[in-house]
């Protein structure tokens, strides 16, 4: 088991630019989630998703923000303009429905935008 | 809505010091209860988790117990080691299974001295 991978690991970006974040849950996984963490605000739940499907968005900050889950094995998360204050580290996690067990996370992407 | 509370950090211990880290929470019904830690560098992992009133959670010498009347899950350990050194975060599940997603506190640096 590869565990949740995301990618990039650290993302450089002009303020302005169009940032996509990536994620591959655990196969067999059917949540997914999108976290992000920062010194002010701890971690903060984005948008999840149940069998591909969002459920809930309204982490999202703001409409620069989405997110798509096109199957059970890939998602994205894209900010289109980044802007500085998006800097953070972003956070993918997954589950099974079916097993009372806690979340995997990713490693994490931190992203900078400057 | 749901909050998760933990006590301000750093909290610096010497080799084999008693640990507590505490945690209260606030949340309708009966949300499941977790410790996960975060390590320099890499994603959150589960610590261990209690699911309903009186349950002790336990992992690698650590323990909570989930305190319905003081809403409270705080974390110990008896002897902590250099390597517990990270950062731990108490969150809090309100659908029991998590399947909309979990509520973090801000976390706890834990520093532990040779």
């Known amino acids: 088991d590869a565990g949740v991978i995301q990618s990039p690991r650290h993302e450089v970006t002009e303020m302005g630019q169009e940032v996509t974040l990536r994620c591959k849950p655990i196969?067999?996984?059917?949540?997914l989630f999108w976290y992000r963490q920062t010194m002010m605000r701890g971690l903060e739940l984005l948008i999840y998703?149940?069998?591909?499907?969002?459920?809930?968005d309204s982490g999202m900050p703001e409409d620069r923000f989405s997110a798509k889950m096109p199957n059970a094995s890939f998602s994205t998360l894209k900010i289109q303009p980044s802007e500085p204050r998006d800097s953070a580290v972003y956070f993918c996690?997954?589950?099974?429905?079916?097993?009372?067990?806690?979340?995997?996370f990713g490693s994490g992407t931190r992203l900078t935008v400057v | 809505g749901d909050s998760v509370t933990q006590m301000e950090g750093p909290v610096t211990l010497s080799e084999e010091a008693f640990l507590t880290i505490n945690c209260t929470y606030t949340?309708?019904?009966?949300?499941?209860l977790f410790w996960y830690v975060q390590y320099p560098g890499e994603g959150l992992q589960l610590l261990l988790k209690a699911t309903k009133a009186d349950d002790k959670g336990s992992n690698k010498g650590f323990e909570a117990t989930y305190r319905k009347e003081t809403t409270s899950f705080h974390l110990e350990k008896g002897s902590v080691q250099v390597s517990d050194s990270a950062v731990y975060f108490c969150a809090l599940s309100r659908s029991g299974g998590g399947a909309d997603g979990l509520t973090f506190g801000k976390g706890t640096h834990l520093i532990i001295q040779p």
């Open positions: 998703f149940n069998n591909n499907v969002p459920i809930d």
């Open positions: 196969s067999g996984h059917n949540s």
């Open positions: 996690a997954s589950r099974s429905a079916t097993r009372l067990s806690g979340y995997t």
């Open positions: 949340a309708t019904g009966y949300p499941s």
